[in-house]
């Protein structure tokens, strides 16, 4: 007897350049029944979806109206258990920082198949588009990935201040551009030089993006005074950020 059940597919958009999508996630999208899309990967990259594919909105934006994860879950489980070709597009790589493992395990417990395909880490992206490698022999013999917001949008209390603070890393700051600011004061009072570069790369894949190449303290009184963009962005610091 066949398996009633769909599968569903976490398709990973990359940047927001559909360019830069894989081949399997083009064809995952061109195949789907359902496309259980975030904010950050509609556009462009939601238009290699099939003409049959129906689309439903789940992002989750700080500050802004969003589907709860319960659900998103729910959804998932909803379609797949219908026997449909569920795609989960999220952006960059869905294994960073895009609460996958809740997901995965929602679909677990109903015993659900599922498949996750890769894509460009939005930090990879943010880097190419500004010219840099993430690594340099002798100054750069770390990369590290940071979130700069816990789940109330603050700063995370328990982050690991002497690792971010190493001069000889490339860190990678997901989500923080509000909580910079402060996230400075600590890496400052934690050895980091002040004047370390510092890069914020916002839109990154899409027409508007931007690139500001400034030190860690600039860019924390530049963000502090501005506000933060209204616009996806990242933020690096560490050896590599002053080439130009």
């Given at each position: ?10 398709v990973?958009?990359?940047?927001g350049?559909p360019?830069?999508?894989t ?23 939601l ?11 789940v ?21 797949a258990?219908?026997g ?17 493992e ?15 395909v ?16 993430l ?15 816990d ?16 001069a ?7 989500m923080?551009?509000?909580?910079f ?33 400034t ?5 924390a ?5 501005e ?18």
């Open positions: 007897m066949k398996d009633p059940k769909g599968i569903v597919s976490f990973s958009s990359g940047p350049d360019d830069l999508l081949l399997r996630a083009v064809r995952c999208l061109q195949q789907a029944d359902i496309v259980l899309f975030d904010d950050l990967a509609s556009g462009p990259v238009d290699q979806a099939g003409p049959q594919a129906v689309r439903i909105a992002g989750k934006r700080a500050g802004r109206p969003s589907a709860k994860q319960e659900h998103v879950n729910a959804l998932l489980v909803e379609h258990n219908a449909r070709r569920v795609v989960r597009l999220k952006s960059g790589d869905s294994g960073v920082f895009g609460r996958l809740e997901e995965i395990t929602a679909l677990r417990a109903k015993n659900i198949p599922f498949e996750i890769p894509g460009v880490p939005s930090a990879m992206a943010a880097a190419a588009a500004a010219g840099l490698p690594t340099r022999r002798l100054t750069a013999r770390r990369l590290q990935f940071v979130t700069g917001a789940v109330t949008g603050g700063l995370p209390g328990d982050q690991n201040w002497a690792a971010l603070a190493d000889h890393a490339t860190t990678v700051v997901f923080g551009q509000r909580t600011p402060a996230m400075t004061i600590q890496l400052i009072a934690h050895g980091l030089p002040a004047d370390t570069p510092a890069l914020l790369a916002e839109a990154v894949g899409h027409p508007h993006q931007r690139f500001v190449r030190t860690v303290t600039g860019l009184s530049l963000l502090a005074s506000g933060p963009s209204s616009h996806p962005a990242l933020i690096l610091y560490g050896p590599l950020a002053d080439m130009s």
